[in-house]
């Protein structure tokens, strides 16, 4: 039993039982041969981690599946790619600022880690220059990876607070987006950018 195969039957789960240890548990009931109880607790914790590092790994799994279905935007402009990532968010926007805060709290402290935003945001950029197929090099390289980064934090950013108006946010913001590369110069404008997006996401609703 693999752990990549529990995984990926765990994901469709996430909108009925949202990324918790239940979900991976019940995996097992999807298998081709399905078992015919959800995996013990013990189980759970020997295939995906203890405590909330279980939960980390789920999350993580869907923020994989989420970069892998931006590959199926109806074309291959900035604005089908990262509208295509928005939409994999809708069936558990409301659960996923928690999310955030789980991957961004990993000793449990209400003290934000902003690694966890940093790989998201950078990872969905460096998909959509992939499928875009852009070709910078150089400084601009990097310039345009943490402007794209900084465009769907913002975007997703919106979408926490007004899903109906994401879209229309995000080609505003693509509209404007020369604007960001001269705004965002260097990684540590990027950074300190994205960790007070995903800090808002969290508190805004409570959470910390």
Excluded at 115 to 128: D, F, W, Y
Excluded at 157 to 172: C, R
């Amino acid at each position: 039993m693999q752990q990549t195969q529990l995984l990926r039957l765990a994901l469709p789960l996430v909108r009925t039982h949202g990324f918790t240890r239940e979900a991976l548990s019940r995996s097992v009931l999807s298998l081709p041969n399905p078992h015919p109880q959800p995996l013990p607790d013990t189980a759970v914790s020997a295939l995906f981690g203890q405590g909330d590092d279980a939960r980390r790994t789920l999350i993580e799994a869907w923020l994989s599946e989420g970069r892998v279905n931006m590959r199926s935007a109806p074309s291959t402009s900035l604005k089908d790619v990262l509208s295509q990532r928005l939409r994999h968010n809708e069936p558990v926007l409301g659960i996923l600022p928690e999310a955030f805060a789980t991957l961004a709290t990993p000793l449990g402290f209400h003290l934000l880690d902003p690694n966890p935003a940093l790989k998201h945001a950078a990872s969905v950029a460096e998909e959509a220059c992939a499928i875009t197929q852009d070709t910078s090099i150089g400084p601009s390289w990097y310039a345009r990876r943490a402007s794209l980064a900084a465009i769907y934090t913002a975007a997703e950013l919106h979408q926490f607070k007004s899903p109906e108006t994401a879209y229309d946010f995000l080609v505003d913001v693509l509209q404007g987006s020369s604007k960001i590369d001269n705004a965002i110069s260097d990684v540590g404008q990027f950074a300190e950018y994205v960790g007070r997006s995903w800090a808002g996401i969290i508190r805004s609703r409570g959470i910390l």
